[in-house]
């Protein structure tokens, strides 16, 4: 089963604009934000059983080196065809207010 979650999503306005995280059906992802060259990459797990709905990022590679490898939790929700998300630092606590979610859109270029 695809998770709901597959595909290509950007923040296109305030202060992660042009932020983009490619979640794949394997489990794998990528993240980009060009404008400051970050860039990594890892494994995704969702939980959509509970609320919020919780994700984990495990970068396994990322531009800021032994900084940025980790896992990242927080949580996500789709509404309107947006992906809703927030995530913590890494290998820190779970975010959990849903009022700073950043909103994503999809991205298919």
């Known amino acids: ?5 597959a595909g290509k999503w950007k ?3 305030g202060q992660f604009m042009g932020l983009v995280y490619e979640f ?11 404008m ?3 860039n990594g990459s890892g494994t995704y797990t969702i939980n959509d059983k509970t609320f919020p709905k919780e994700i984990d990022i495990q970068f396994t590679e ?6 940025g490898i980790g896992i990242y939790k927080g949580i996500w929700d ?7 998300m927030k995530v913590g630092t890494a290998n820190g606590k779970r975010w959990t207010d849903t009022s700073a979610f950043v909103t ?5 270029l």
């Open 104 to 108: 994503y859109s999809r991205d298919t």
């Open 78 to 84: 789709i509404k309107d065809e947006k992906l809703l």
């Open 1 to 5: 089963m695809t998770p709901v979650i």
């Open 36 to 38: 400051y060259g970050v």
């Open 11 to 13: 923040v296109s306005s």
């Open 62 to 67: 990322h531009t800021s080196g032994a900084a």
């Open 24 to 34: 794949k059906t394997d489990g794998s992802f990528r993240m980009e934000m060009g």
